[in-house]
């Protein structure tokens, strides 16, 4: 099949059948991909070699292109409607090599002040250094983002939905705005899923998965996926061939089978986050739910005009008694276990606070909304009525 064939199919049919010829030259469709575990690979003649070089990444050496990558991303690029796609062996490799690929010395990236942890400290600590400057926004502020493209930005970095409170950014109305000025539009879509949402139909150039989150879902592989079109695409093979943030044949293996159920898992996870929230928003020793499907999350119905399929499966909320209360709560969990990343398909919880947000000053922290109370939850496919008693019993400890 290639890739128009998919166009009319419905989001789990196309997953489940996408990428899976593995020996263009001898045919073979194997019903489940094998593992090319090889670093490299034999060539036929000298004149192969000199050819395929010319043609672009081929399967010589595992670090440009192996065979599970292209299984990857034939299906990543499907699932978000991209020309194409480069797997990476974390998010992060996917994050730098897309930002190396647009920036050179002297050039501005506008980010959302929201970004993930990870992000904002390659931006701030790293790339800085090497004469790439950020400013940070908020993506709410739309007269401050004109202001910072105005005056020249490169590119506009921004998160579907944000870590850990959830915020919604208006893909297309910020899209339109940078193309205005010419600014390439990176779209982080790790947390809402192409199954949720694909940034770029609403208007964004790149988008960049951790593929350790959701696409792998099962919390067993490290991996990252750039998705843009072909001239992109084609502009950052190299980039990812040099960086040599390459991703392992077997954590491509498995985010492909991962990937294979996307949909149903972030089905069910959105359903329980929605029960999860609900629920939360009633309990009298809960101050605050951040989850944009409560009628209540400021970004409601920003959320509900592109997220037709459900709001993914992240919640956070504040309980009463600040550290003490939040870690008496996470303590007395029994099934929903403390686990610092996300998007597996049991449920975990983390504390933003003491993880991903402990290297902002406390002040500056509460400030943006990230109190020490705050519990992030990641929602798995559990029946919803073991996850609701677990914190029912945990807030009863206050
Ligand atoms: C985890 C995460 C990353 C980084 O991905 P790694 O696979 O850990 O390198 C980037 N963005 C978001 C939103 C994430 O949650």
């Known amino acids: ?37 090889s670093s490299v690979f ?84 790293r790339l800085s250094r090497v004469g790439i400057k950020t400013e940070l926004v908020s993506t709410h502020d739309v007269d401050h983002v004109r202001a910072l493209l105005e005056k020249g930005a490169t590119v506009l970095y921004l998160e579907t939905l944000t870590n850990p409170l959830l915020k919604v950014t208006d893909i297309e109305g910020l899209s339109r705005l940078a193309h205005e000025y010419e600014a390439v539009v990176i779209v982080d879509n790790t947390f809402a ?24 879902g099962h919390s067993q592989a490290t991996g990252g996926v750039v998705v843009g079109r072909r001239e992109f695409i084609e502009a950052l093979r190299p980039v ?33 986050a929605m029960a999860l929230a609900r629920f939360l928003d009633a309990h009298p020793k809960v101050l605050k739910v951040n989850y944009p499907g409560l009628e209540s999350h400021p970004d409601h119905r920003l959320a509900s005009s592109f997220l037709a399929k459900g709001f993914g499966g992240m919640v956070s909320f504040e309980v009463e008694g600040e550290l003490e209360g939040a870690a008496k709560v996470i303590d007395s969990l029994k099934l929903v276990k403390l686990v610092p990343s996300l998007a597996g398909v049991s449920t975990t919880v983390s504390h933003p606070a003491m993880t991903s947000h402990k290297a902002l000053p406390r002040e500056e922290r509460i400030k943006a909304g990230i109190g020490d109370g705050l519990i992030r939850v990641s929602c798995g496919i559990e029946d919803f009525e073991d996850i609701r008693a677990d914190f029912e019993q945990a807030l009863a400890s206050l």
């Open 1 to 37: 099949m290639q890739s128009k064939d998919f166009e009319r199919l419905g989001f789990n049919t196309l997953v489940t059948h996408v990428a899976k010829k593995v020996d263009r030259a001898r045919d073979i469709v194997s019903s489940a991909p094998p593992i090319y575990q």
């Open 42 to 125: 034999v060539v036929d003649s000298l004149e192969d070699l000199g050819r395929t070089e010319a043609e672009g990444p081929s399967y010589i050496y595992s670090r440009h292109l192996n065979p599970n990558h292209t299984l990857l991303e034939e299906a990543v690029a499907a699932m978000e409607n991209g020309e194409g796609a480069v797997t990476f062996s974390s998010g992060m490799g996917a994050i730098a090599a897309a930002i190396l690929t647009v920036c050179r010395a002297g050039d501005t990236v506008v980010a959302s002040r929201d970004i993930y942890g990870g992000t904002y400290s390659l931006l701030m600590n």
């Open 193 to 216: 899923t192409p199954y949720l949402v694909n940034p770029l139909a609403l208007g964004a150039d790149v988008v960049i998965h951790s593929a350790t989150k959701y696409l792998s």
């Open 240 to 272: 990812a061939i040099d960086l040599g943030a390459s991703l392992s044949p077997f954590d491509a293996w498995l985010i492909l089978l991962g990937s294979r159920t996307l949909g149903l898992r972030v089905e069910r996870q959105s359903q329980n």
